[in-house]
């Protein structure tokens, strides 16, 4: 199975700075399509997941811009531009290259 | 508009078996695969497996192979998932999932296992 790696934010984050959300992943998820098999989502406090970022650095539908994803292969970032209270939560990596699908153990959003 | 909608909340007793629904409305239930995903308390996602409600054709993860099945009904639009032999390692949340580029998720269904 592919092992995604995510890193810590130092928490509390003041509100209007921005951050950058690491993760790794065991194996390449840049397919032959010319795609890579990154999604990004957000889970806010009692609620389900949803998807911020698809392939690497796509936006899904409705999303801020003040969310970008960035990255390489195997190394990848998620960066948030100025941070906003509605941004509190846990952010998850998850590769869709292959099954099963797997996700990395999220990293927590605190602001000040 | 699409939703997701689950079954409420569950207590079982070690060794049952519970039956997890999730039904669809607002699209073609057809038309895309239903994932289903586990999130123990505090934890992180992982991935149980998914089913084409159009052939009933599933995909599990290997680690959930023998604990859950998935299942749909057609006819009223809704996706099962039966976990059997539960011991308290499967309490956790559950989440019915339409992945994609546009994802929809179910509110989740909590479970609790326990005598």
């Known amino acids: 199975d592919i092992v995604m790696t995510q890193g810590a934010l130092p928490n509390p984050v003041p509100s209007g700075e921005s951050v950058s959300i690491t993760c790794r992943s065991s194996k390449s998820l840049l397919y032959s399509d010319g795609k890579t098999y990154l999604n990004w989502y957000l889970q806010r406090p009692g609620q389900s997941p949803q998807l911020l970022i698809y392939w690497m650095s796509t936006r899904a539908s409705g999303v801020s811009d003040r969310f970008s994803g960035s990255g390489s292969g195997t190394d990848f970032t998620l960066k948030i531009s100025g941070v906003e209270a509605e941004d509190v939560g846990v952010y998850y990596c998850q590769q869709g290259l292959e099954f099963p699908l797997t996700f990395g153990s999220g990293t927590k959003l605190e602001i000040k | 508009q699409v939703n997701l909608l689950q079954s409420g909340a569950a207590l079982v007793k070690p060794g049952a078996s519970v039956k997890l629904s999730c039904k669809a409305s607002?699209?073609?239930?057809?038309?895309?695969?239903i994932h289903w995903v586990k999130q123990s308390h505090g934890k992180s996602l992982e991935w149980i497996g998914y089913?084409?409600?159009?052939?009933?054709?599933?995909n599990y993860n290997e680690k959930f192979k023998s604990k859950a099945t998935l299942t749909v009904d057609k006819s009223t639009n809704t996706a099962y998932m039966e976990l059997s032999r539960l011991t308290s390692e499967d309490s956790a949340t559950y989440y019915c999932?339409?992945?994609?580029?546009?994802?929809?998720w179910g509110q989740g269904v909590m479970v609790t296992v326990s005598s």
């Open positions: 607002g699209y073609t239930f057809t038309d895309y695969y």
């Open positions: 089913i084409n409600p159009n052939s009933g054709y599933t």
């Open positions: 999932t339409r992945l994609g580029p546009r994802d929809y």
